[in-house]
């Protein structure tokens, strides 16, 4: 497995240990459906992907999992509330052109969503701005900025300041350090590589309490 | 991204030849949904590969309007043509006849040798003309449905079909859950929008004001010829895309041409048209055409609950939903919203989109793409 595709599959493990046995998994941006593929052999969920891409879908189907290839938002909208057990967005919402409008659809159609992102608050992304002005380069971010997604990086900082703001409660988190393995607790968002969040809807009467 | 992976490498691809049609008598009574009933029902069919011994391989296909029996190889040397689907069946192929068995059959209605209005009702030895029942496309099934019996098979591989092929693939799953084991329906969906309806009727209208109709008791070779073949020639563009036509022809002109009349034949386009409802009208019958069109109209799986959910909900086996970009006859969002309702209903579900410009007729053109799906999804 190459370095990139090693990465890229970092956090499975702790996607895995928020998912319950035969759960409902909705994986949107699903790829290659290694992820959901990954679930159903250790938690035997019921896992749909989706995607945009012929290509992935194909490769789901390769792999015996289900997957719709579609618009992420619009989908959503066709589900009603609650419809899965888990929402996944791994290495999606940097992509999304409505980050906000597809969590909140996230919440509402999962009961428990989880984000995983790279964080951009990193202590070497700063410094590339800081010395030499330009953004990173690296087995990441591996395209200049005129063909490279993600297209709206961010930080844990801003991330959490959202869930923060649209009251989305954080029931878990794990922070990564610089080589996306060993846990980075101290200033995460300086020091955390990757960051993964389980979260939830802050219940309407919590917040009226 | 840099993690694409490899597709099967080309294997070696066969042609299945030579074959033969044949004929399936179900000599009891058969009754309609509507509740009309015939003495008896044929079935023409053609078959390729071997159905092995636990008899788990069999796959049915299901054509489209005007599709019949015939979806591979060819039967003699004269015919310049192979089967309406060659390039996705035999040794290899992704419908691949080494492996499976290969069923499709001219539909209940239909007039390429199955029981329809054109056939002679053995009670009153005249043709049913439009005594025949009304038509529907669980009908079709259920017509399907004997044939697989015969051959001694409880469960399918897997059943196909694209466009009216597609709906009835849809209504496999929902009248016999337990005798497929997958399926894949291509440019379908799960009801006919107003729009085709619309062109279905125009196409109706023009074949029932052909004068030689006559209520649909014309003799076999003085049909209604010319409202046929108009109802065709506007159905084809139906089936073609915007796109796809420009490309094709233009505004090309024939060759030399030197119309001494004012509405002679100018452009390429009206040639082509004009010899598709030509040759449609020496193959099909008129009356098979107002059935299957009416039995399409009809076909709504959003049933009277208006729950396309109520009416997939005993769906068992996994599917794969094929819709194209320039498909505006089956749109997109048509074929989308069964996989939406199938993963409501948290069935194994795929949805596939592609971008082609041939319009409806995609599903019936040879694209990589379309190729490594079926392959795929039909070996997993």
Redesign the interface.
């Known amino acids: 497995m190459?370095a990139?595709?090693k990465k890229?599959q970092v956090d499975f493990q702790i996607i895995a240990e928020w998912v319950h046995e035969g759960d409902?998994v909705l994986d949107l941006g699903c790829?290659?459906g290694v992820l959901l593929e990954y679930l159903k052999q250790k938690k035997s969920v019921?896992g749909?992907g989706v995607d945009i891409d012929?290509?992935k879908?194909?490769?789901?189907?390769?792999r015996?999992v289900?997957?719709?290839?579609?618009d992420i938002l619009a989908?959503l909208a066709?589900?009603?509330d609650d419809?899965f057990d888990r929402v996944i967005f791994s290495r999606t919402v940097e992509e999304l052109e409505a980050p906000d409008l597809t969590l909140a659809e996230g919440l509402r159609v999962g009961k428990r969503v989880t984000v995983g992102f790279v964080n951009h608050g990193f202590w070497l992304n700063r410094l590339n701005y800081l010395f030499k002005g330009q953004r990173t380069l690296n087995e990441v971010y591996?395209l200049p900025w005129y063909q490279s997604l993600p297209a709206n990086a961010f930080s844990v900082r801003e991330f959490e300041q959202f869930c923060e703001e649209r009251l989305i409660t954080i029931e878990n988190r794990v922070y990564l350090g610089a080589n996306w393995e060993a846990e980075a607790k101290f200033l995460p968002n300086v020091f955390a590589g990757y960051a993964i969040y389980d979260l939830s809807r802050a219940s309407s009467v919590d917040s009226a309490v | 991204?840099?993690?694409?992976?490899q597709?099967t490498p080309n294997q070696y691809e066969g042609e299945v030849g030579f074959v033969e049609f044949e004929d399936f008598v179900y000599s009891k009574p058969f009754h309609f949904a509507s509740g009309g009933m015939i003495p008896e029902l044929t079935l023409r069919y053609e078959t390729y590969g071997h159905l092995n011994d636990e008899k788990s391989n069999a796959i049915l296909i299901c054509h489209a309007l005007s599709g019949d029996h015939h979806c591979a190889g060819v039967h003699s040397m004269d015919e310049r043509k192979q089967g309406w689907w060659n390039f996705m069946v035999g040794p290899g192929k992704p419908i691949d006849t080494s492996r499976y068995f290969v069923i499709c059959s001219n539909v209940l209605g239909g007039c390429q040798g199955s029981t329809g209005p054109g056939s002679v009702n053995p009670e009153t030895g005249q043709p049913y003309n439009l005594d025949f029942p009304k038509l529907t496309v669980q009908d079709m099934v259920k017509a399907q449905s004997l044939l697989v019996d015969h051959f001694g098979v409880d469960r399918l591989h897997a059943v196909i079909g694209g466009s009216m092929g597609g709906m009835q693939t849809l209504q496999w799953n929902i009248d016999f859950p337990e005798r497929v084991g997958r399926y894949i329906a291509l440019a379908c969906g799960a009801r006919h929008t107003a729009q085709a309806i619309a062109f279905n009727d125009t196409g109706r209208q023009a074949i029932i004001t052909d004068p030689n109709w006559m209520q649909g008791r014309y003799e076999p070779d003085a049909g209604p010829a010319h409202g046929l073949a108009v109802a065709r020639m506007m159905a084809h563009i139906t089936y073609l895309s915007d796109v796809g036509m420009e490309a094709k022809f233009g505004r090309k002109r024939r060759s030399g041409d030197q119309s001494k009349e004012h509405f002679d034949v100018e452009f390429e386009v009206e040639s082509y048209l004009r010899y598709q409802g030509q040759s449609f009208v020496t193959r099909f019958d008129a009356n098979t055409y107002l059935y299957l069109t009416k039995a399409l109209d009809r076909f709504d799986l959003f049933g009277e609950d208006k729950s396309l959910d109520s009416s997939l909900k005993g769906v068992t086996a996994?599917g794969?939903v094929i819709g194209f970009t320039s498909d505006w006859l089956y749109p997109p969002q048509g074929n989308?919203?069964v996989?939406?309702a199938l993963?409501?209903l948290?069935?194994?579900?795929?949805?596939?989109?592609?971008?082609m410009d041939f319009g409806h007729d995609s599903f019936l053109v040879r694209a990589p793409?379309l190729y490594?799906?079926i392959r795929?999804?039909l070996s997993?």
């Open positions: 190459n990139n595709a890229r409902r790829g290659r019921y749909v012929t290509d879908i194909l490769s789901c189907v390769k015996g289900p997957a719709y290839q579609g989908l066709t589900f009603p419809a591996r | 991204m840099n993690d694409s992976e597709t996994p794969l989308r919203e996989v939406e993963l409501r948290g069935k194994d579900a795929t949805y596939a989109e592609l971008a793409k490594d799906l795929t999804f997993r």
